[in-house]
């Protein structure tokens, strides 16, 4: 079982910066595949970025391509999320997820992964 924690949501201005992160609890973590996702009031839960163990090859939605970085640290045991030029519409309630298995044809689905954080909600204002 693995235990994520998301932290460094706010409020923030249009344009502005923030960095999102996600602490596991075991290191189990370092071998699973990492995601953040993000919920949108009345809106489905949906994908922004994925980073693979190994190769740490990285993935984004297009939404968020050239403004969001995804990036891990397996001495921490973390995961984070660089945030800029943020929009209003980047305002949502973000989630970090763990998977044993992902390929880039799954990893857009929320039960290819198999453990979840609480969220950290991001507002962006105009």
């Known amino acids: 079982q693995v235990r994520l924690v998301e932290s460094g949501g706010g409020l923030v201005q249009t344009g502005g910066s923030l960095k999102l992160s996600c602490a596991a609890s075991?290191?189990?973590?370092?071998?699973?595949?990492a995601a953040w996702f993000r919920q949108a009031p009345g809106k489905e839960r949906e994908f922004v970025a994925m980073?693979?163990?190994?190769?740490?090859?990285?993935f984004a939605a297009d939404s968020v391509k050239g403004r969001f970085t995804i990036s891990r640290d397996y001495a921490k045991k973390t995961m984070s999320l660089q945030m800029n030029s943020l929009k209003p519409e980047d305002t949502a309630v973000y989630y970090c997820?763990?998977?044993?298995?992902?390929?880039?044809?799954?990893?857009?689905?929320?039960?290819?992964?198999?453990?979840w954080g609480q969220g950290t909600q991001v507002s962006v204002s105009s």
């Open positions: 997820a763990a998977a044993s298995s992902i390929t880039s044809a799954t990893m857009r689905r929320l039960e290819s992964y198999e453990f």
């Open positions: 980073i693979k163990i190994g190769t740490l090859t990285t």
């Open positions: 075991e290191r189990a973590f370092n071998n699973y595949a």
